[in-house]
């Protein structure tokens, strides 16, 4: 094939031919003759004995069945067969007599020719390569004209595919909307297509599916139907995906002729469904005409696209849907979505007080948990929208922590039963940068939900402030482009638009598993809130707005003019919705109280049930046990002696097995077993964070790496039982705000796991300092939202360095609800009371047992609290810093304090001075009293728990060392 590929190579410049010829022609003309070897110049070699082909005169006998059969004859070597078929040519004898059978039956087919084939074997090079059809030997070259129209035509498709979108009437004001003709000078720019050509037909390229089983079209016709798709209500960017396949996938569900098309019960049902979302507003606004609810006027198609989207989601095999959103629309969203009783949502207007836990929270910031029957596909649905503060977007990765503990639970590793769907503003999608961190964690193994729908709705105004001073990029979308996620901007005045964009977006979701976005552009046709004044600031808009008719309006009308639907059926549909608000409010205003329960998003059923609420248990574990765990902790792969460890860490898992020989641990095997004993007693504990797997300071190595095979790691603590529950430890990305969020969500899904972060250092959840604020400190109080996460913070003065320094422990201490002013009553449980009753739980351990204790304890506990912990950094390897198996035994348990147990404590009404102290600083000041011979003069006690304060303890001492004077 060698000779076809120089004749085509040369014929891709389209450089003129001279003549053509028959390919068996060209190929005897320039074969070497008997002759010319004869008649070589002098002191050429000559070749006498070289075999030499020549054509036979005769034509061979007729093959016989048998050599025809023959199984040989089913080779695929294009090569081989090529030269079988050169030397039949010259001598059918040379060949094999099957070769001669298999040519002469015609069952091969030669080498193109280059010029009109005549022969039932030969095929035209032209037939091969259209585009040298014109190339006829009279002409000697292609027509120019024809090649360049063609390109064009295929660039101008191409251009819609990628610049239709900026052209789109994406835009229901029409303020922002490009004039057709200016549009189409914008999109074609860079082709050239002249009147003349408008009639003439070309064959459509295979990167689009607007012909649907038509393989040309007048090219009048392709650029109406590009238009059509990529410049109407629908503007759409996926041309930067990197995947042909699904660049592929998209065209076709969008250019397919016929895509737009609803059907007449589909078209009545979402009339329904807009009459809904429009009514429930109109409702509110007539009820509490001067009351914040923060409505979904001028967005009002967000509900039947959200419906849309679960629909089609629990069709393809979703179970469960996580939702995150601002406040703008939630009510409705609860409403009309999750179909949460009307009564309770309308109490929320009555100003009540709550008859149980919490102080409650603003209507539009309240959550849900919902499990109904979904009637468009008769299949079951949990439906959950995540409470959240008035910081947009910070319920983000809250959602996707909750939809990633759905998922490893049910054993989902696929996304197919659980997925997230988050709602954004336009002002703040573009703005907050916790949306960046949020999708940045999409792709990544141990953070992935196998793809959101992300559904903005685009009032076209943040606040008071035009896009123009918001962001710098066209769109509000744009962070979308940065995971290849295609973007559907879509006119919220053209239902039917939109709701195809909803069908592409969940099928796009349960096929690719990666996030999509759904910009769906409408306005706000009141204020920020419903009695804010606009007219301020964006005068020309809000006249426009004013004027401009609801999507009721517009599709009803519609609809009418097609006859699906008459005036009064659609006046019915309204009224029954409006009856149906009515009937709920009646019965909304005779309650007396509300209930803060009602409205809490992650319920765990049966874990409060039949326990005691003021007893802890256990947290010691059996010596055994203790052994176990250190042993295949001390240890790499088993029967995997090829498995390279690097020499450092070999003698890391040395000094392990030496530590269980003297029964003593220090701070990392302390907390080994911690996680280690929960995995044995079937409960899932994750660590996460940066560079956890190692730890900020090299103590922790629960991953070892082969020194010599990419990718092959092992997992101690994941190997420790046949039977344990898994342990999972993650590398995060380098982010605070948005890896913290996901824990917390995780934490909430499951009570019965160990759920935890760690901060590189500890003064980096500062920049999580508002997941700490609006969600840790007060998610209790203001949802009802318990979660048992646990930060761990390097915190001391090591030589980092100000910055590495303090983990600001007098951040979350002014952050409890810990009265230092109150002594709550002594009683029997005082210790488990104070735990029940406070927000947070914040400690400083000094030694590993207490450390391993105050983990354990977390799972212990009959109710879940958040539990913020200062790690150290020198006493991961001081000297001192050991404790011995003892002290985690059953029996054992978390000290709040540890008091002094030396030489001053034998006398304490002869000690002058105690200190009480918390943390690393213990080991100075035990240093110093040592080196000074005050042992028996000064007592020293550490606080390990600072909140909820030991205040029983603490007088205890005062009592004990009555003589002496306390000091901090």
Not at 6 to 28: F, I
Not at 185 to 196: A, G, Y
Not at 414 to 427: P, Q, T
């Given at each position: 094939?060698?000779?076809?590929?120089?004749?085509?190579?040369?014929?891709?410049?389209?450089?003129?031919?001279?003549?053509?010829?028959?390919?068996?022609?060209?190929?005897?003309?320039?074969?070497?003759?008997?002759?010319?070897?004869?008649?070589?110049?002098?002191?050429?070699?000559?070749?006498?004995?070289?075999?030499?082909?020549?054509?036979?005169?005769?034509?061979?006998?007729?093959?016989?069945?048998?050599?025809?059969?023959?199984?040989?004859?089913?080779?695929?070597?294009?090569?081989?067969?090529?030269?079988m078929?050169?030397?039949?040519?010259?001598?059918?004898?040379?060949?094999?007599?099957?070769?001669?059978?298999?040519?002469?039956?015609?069952?091969?087919?030669?080498?193109?020719?280059?010029?009109?084939?005549?022969?039932?074997?030969?095929v035209?090079?032209?037939?091969?390569?259209?585009?040298?059809?014109?190339?006829t030997?009279?002409?000697?070259?292609?027509?120019?004209?024809?090649?360049?129209?063609?390109?064009?035509?295929?660039g101008?498709?191409?251009?819609?595919?990628?610049?239709?979108?900026?052209?789109?009437?994406?835009d229901?004001?029409?303020?922002?909307?490009?004039?057709?003709?200016k549009?189409?000078?914008?999109?074609?720019?860079?082709?050239?297509?002249?009147?003349?050509?408008m009639?003439?037909?070309?064959?459509?390229?295979?990167?689009?599916?607007?012909?649907?089983?038509?393989?040309?079209?007048?090219?009048?016709?392709?650029?109406?139907?590009?238009?059509?798709?990529y410049?109407?209500?629908?503007?759409?960017?996926?041309?930067?995906?990197?995947?042909?396949?699904?660049?592929?996938?998209?065209?076709?569900?969008?250019?397919?002729?016929?895509?737009?098309?609803?059907d007449?019960?589909?078209?009545?049902?979402?009339?329904?469904?807009?009459?809904?979302?429009?009514?429930?507003?109109?409702?509110?606004?007539?009820?509490?005409?001067?009351?914040?609810?923060?409505?979904?006027?001028?967005?009002?198609?967000?509900?039947?696209?959200?419906?849309?989207?679960?629909?089609?989601?629990?069709?393809?095999?979703?179970?469960?849907?996580?939702?995150?959103?601002?406040?703008?629309?939630?009510?409705?969203?609860?409403?009309?979505?999750?179909?949460?009783?009307?009564?309770?949502?309308?109490?929320?207007?009555?100003?009540?007080?709550?008859?149980?836990?919490?102080?409650?929270?603003?209507?539009?910031?309240?959550?849900?948990?919902?499990?109904?029957?979904?009637?468009?596909?008769?299949?079951?649905?949990?439906?959950?929208?995540?409470?959240?503060?008035?910081?947009?977007?910070?319920?983000?990765?809250?959602?996707?922590?909750?939809?990633?503990?759905?998922?490893?639970?049910?054993?989902?590793t696929?996304?197919?039963?659980?997925?997230?769907?988050?709602?954004?503003?336009?002002?703040a999608?573009?703005?907050?940068?916790?949306?960046?961190?949020t999708?940045?964690?999409?792709?990544?193994?141990?953070?992935?939900?196998?793809?959101?729908?992300?559904?903005?709705?685009?009032?076209?105004?943040?606040?008071?402030?035009?896009?123009?001073?918001?962001?710098?990029?066209?769109?509000?979308?744009?962070?979308?482009?940065?995971?290849?996620?295609?973007?559907?901007?879509?006119?919220?005045?053209?239902?039917?638009?939109?709701?195809?964009?909803?069908?592409?977006?969940?099928?796009?979701?349960?096929?690719?598993?990666?996030?999509?976005?759904?910009?769906?552009?409408?306005?706000?046709?009141?204020?920020?809130?419903?009695?804010?004044?606009?007219?301020?600031?964006?005068?020309?808009?809000?006249?426009?707005?004013?004027?401009?008719?609801?999507?009721?309006?517009?599709?009803?009308?519609?609809?009418?003019?097609?006859?699906?639907?008459?005036?009064?059926?659609?006046?019915?549909?309204?009224?029954?919705?409006?009856?149906?608000?009515?009937?709920?409010?009646?019965?909304?205003?005779?309650?007396?109280?509300?209930?803060?329960?009602?409205?809490?998003?992650?319920?765990?059923?049966?874990?409060?049930?039949?326990?005691?609420?003021?007893?802890?248990?256990?947290?010691?574990?059996?010596?055994?046990?203790?052994?176990h765990?250190?042993?295949?902790?001390?240890?790499?792969?088993?029967?995997?002696?090829?498995?390279?460890?690097?020499?450092?860490?070999?003698?890391?898992?040395?000094?392990?097995?030496?530590?269980?020989?003297?029964?003593?641990?220090?701070?990392?095997?302390?907390?080994?077993?911690?996680?280690?004993?929960?995995?044995?007693?079937?409960?899932h504990?994750?660590?996460?964070?940066?560079?956890?797997?190692?730890?900020?300071?090299?103590?922790?190595?629960?991953?070892?790496?082969?020194?010599?095979?990419?990718?092959?790691?092992?997992?101690?603590?994941?190997?420790?039982?046949?039977?344990?529950?898994?342990?999972?430890?993650?590398?995060?990305?380098?982010?605070?705000?948005?890896?913290?969020?996901?824990?917390?969500?995780?934490?909430?899904?499951?009570?019965?796991?160990?759920?935890?972060?760690?901060?590189?250092?500890?003064?980096?959840?500062?920049?999580?300092?508002?997941?700490?604020?609006?969600?840790?400190?007060?998610?209790?109080?203001?949802?009802?939202?318990?979660?048992?996460?646990v930060?761990?913070?390097?915190?001391?003065?090591?030589?980092?360095?100000?910055?590495?320094?303090?983990?600001?422990?007098?951040?979350?201490?002014?952050?409890s609800?810990?009265?230092?002013?109150?002594?709550?009553?002594?009683?029997?449980?005082?210790?488990?009371?104070?735990?029940?009753?406070?927000?947070?739980?914040?400690a400083?351990?000094?030694?590993?047992?207490?450390?391993?204790?105050?983990l354990?304890?977390?799972?212990?506990?009959?109710?879940?609290?958040?539990?913020?912990?200062?790690?150290?950094?020198?006493?991961?390897?001081?000297?001192?810093?050991?404790?011995?198996?003892?002290?985690?035994?059953?029996?054992?348990?978390?000290?709040?304090?540890?008091?002094?147990?030396?030489?001053?404590?034998?006398?304490?009404?002869?000690?002058?001075?105690?200190?009480?102290?918390?943390?690393?600083?213990?080991?100075?000041?035990?240093?110093?009293?040592?080196?000074?011979?005050?042992?028996?003069?000064?007592?020293?006690?550490?606080?390990?728990?600072?909140?909820?304060?030991?205040?029983?303890?603490?007088?205890?001492?005062?009592?004990?060392?009555?003589?002496?004077?306390?000091?901090w």
């Open positions: 094939m060698y000779k076809t590929r120089q004749a085509v190579n040369s014929l891709l410049p389209l450089a003129p031919l001279a003549s053509t010829e028959r390919y068996s022609t060209w190929l005897v003309r320039n074969s070497i003759s008997h002759s010319s070897l004869l008649g070589s110049a002098v002191g050429a070699t000559s070749c006498p004995n070289s075999p030499l082909r020549k054509f036979s005169a005769a034509a061979p006998p007729p093959p016989t069945e048998p050599a025809v059969n023959e199984s040989y004859l089913s080779g695929t070597s294009g090569a081989y067969v090529e030269e078929y050169e030397a039949w040519s010259y001598d059918p004898k040379s060949v094999h007599v099957s070769w001669d059978a298999y040519f002469r039956g015609q069952a091969y087919q030669a080498p193109p020719s280059l010029g009109d084939s005549t022969r039932p074997n030969e035209s090079l032209a037939s091969m390569m259209p585009g040298l059809a014109g190339m030997p009279a002409a000697g070259k292609a027509d120019s004209h024809v090649i360049e129209t063609h390109l064009a035509v295929q101008a498709i191409r251009s819609y595919q990628v610049r239709g979108h900026l052209a789109a009437q994406i229901p004001l029409g303020l922002n909307n490009m004039d057709r003709e549009a189409r000078q914008m999109i074609i720019r860079s082709v050239t297509l002249d009147d003349k050509d009639d003439t037909v070309f064959q459509l390229p295979k990167t689009t599916f607007i012909g649907g089983t038509e393989k040309a079209l007048p090219l009048k016709e392709i650029i109406n139907r590009m238009e059509n798709v410049c109407k209500s629908i503007g759409v960017e996926y041309m930067h995906i990197n995947n042909l396949d699904q660049i592929n996938w998209i065209r076709e569900r969008l250019e397919t002729p016929g895509a737009l098309e609803l007449t019960v589909e078209k009545r049902l979402l009339l329904a469904r807009i009459s809904r979302s429009i009514g429930f507003e109109a409702f509110l606004a007539k009820k509490w005409s001067s009351e914040k609810r923060f409505g979904l006027e001028g967005v009002e198609m967000l509900i039947p696209c959200m419906k849309k989207v679960i629909d089609k989601s629990t069709e393809m095999g979703v179970e469960c849907v996580v939702m995150g959103m601002p406040h703008r629309g939630r009510l409705n969203v609860l409403a009309n979505v999750c179909r949460k009783p009307l009564d309770q949502i309308l109490t929320q207007f009555s100003g009540l007080e709550s008859a149980d836990e919490g102080s409650g929270d603003v209507k539009y910031h309240l959550g849900t948990y919902i499990e109904r029957l979904n009637r468009a596909t008769n299949k079951n649905i949990r439906l959950s929208v995540v409470a959240n503060p008035s910081h947009l977007e910070t319920v983000n990765p809250i959602v996707e922590g909750k939809v990633r503990a759905e998922q490893f639970y049910r054993g989902d696929e996304g197919k039963k659980a997925m997230a769907v988050l709602l954004h503003g336009d002002a999608f573009a703005g907050q940068g916790v949306v960046f961190e999708m940045g964690m999409s792709e990544l193994p141990d953070y992935t939900t196998r793809g959101t729908i992300h559904i903005v709705a685009n009032n076209q105004i943040g606040f008071t402030t035009d896009p123009r001073y918001s962001r710098s990029s066209p769109y509000c979308t744009d962070v979308g482009r940065v995971t290849n996620a295609p973007i559907f901007h879509v006119n919220a005045d053209d239902p039917e638009a939109v709701m195809l964009v909803s069908n592409i977006a969940a099928e796009w979701r349960a096929t690719w598993h990666r996030d999509v976005v759904i910009d769906l552009v409408g306005y706000r046709k009141f204020g920020h809130n419903e009695i804010d004044e606009p007219m301020f600031t964006q005068p020309i808009m809000y006249s426009i707005i004013k004027k401009h008719p609801n999507v009721l309006d517009i599709y009803s009308q519609k609809l009418i003019g097609e006859g699906i639907a008459t005036q009064e059926e659609v006046e019915a549909v309204v009224d029954k919705y409006d009856r149906i608000c009515e009937e709920a409010y009646k019965k909304a205003q005779g309650e007396t109280k509300i209930y803060n329960k009602d409205w809490l998003d992650s319920p765990w059923s049966g874990f409060f049930e039949g326990k005691d609420p003021l007893k802890v248990k256990d947290t010691g574990v059996h010596e055994e046990t203790l052994t765990i250190g042993r295949r902790f001390a240890q790499g792969p088993p029967n995997a002696p090829d498995f390279k460890i690097h020499r450092s860490m070999e003698r890391i898992l040395k000094a392990r097995n030496e530590m269980v020989d003297k029964r003593q641990i220090d701070w990392a095997m302390g907390e080994a077993f911690a996680y280690g004993s929960l995995l044995k007693e079937g409960t504990v994750r660590l996460s964070g940066q560079d956890v797997e190692r730890g900020t300071f090299s103590h922790r190595h629960h991953v070892l790496h082969h020194q010599t095979e990419d990718k092959s790691t092992y997992t101690p603590l994941a190997n420790l039982y046949p039977d344990q529950a898994p342990y999972s430890v993650c590398n995060s990305s380098l982010s605070e705000y948005g890896i913290l969020g996901f824990e917390l969500g995780y934490s909430m899904t499951n009570p019965n796991a160990l759920v935890m972060w760690e901060g590189q250092f500890g003064d980096f959840a500062n920049t999580a300092q508002c997941i700490i604020d609006q969600c840790i400190a007060s998610g209790q109080s203001k949802w009802v939202r318990q979660s048992g996460l930060m761990m913070l390097p915190h001391g003065m090591e030589g980092m360095g100000p910055e590495h320094s303090s983990a600001r422990p007098e951040r979350f201490l002014q952050m609800s810990d009265d230092p002013e109150y002594f709550p009553p002594e009683q029997e449980e005082f210790a488990i009371q104070q735990l029940s009753d406070i927000n947070m739980i914040v400083n351990c000094s030694n590993p047992a207490n450390y391993f204790h105050i354990r304890r977390q799972i212990c506990l009959p109710f879940r609290k958040p539990l913020i912990v200062m790690t150290p950094k020198s006493l991961l390897r001081h000297p001192e810093c050991k404790s011995s198996f003892d002290d985690l035994q059953p029996g054992t348990e978390f000290k709040r304090m540890i008091l002094d147990s030396g030489p001053a404590a034998s006398n304490p009404a002869e000690i002058q001075k105690v200190l009480f102290c918390t943390g690393k600083v213990y080991y100075d000041l035990i240093k110093e009293r040592r080196e000074k011979g005050l042992e028996d003069k000064i007592a020293i006690h550490t606080i390990e728990q600072i909140c909820p304060f030991p205040f029983d303890i603490i007088k205890q001492v005062a009592d004990t060392y009555c003589n002496a004077k306390l000091c």
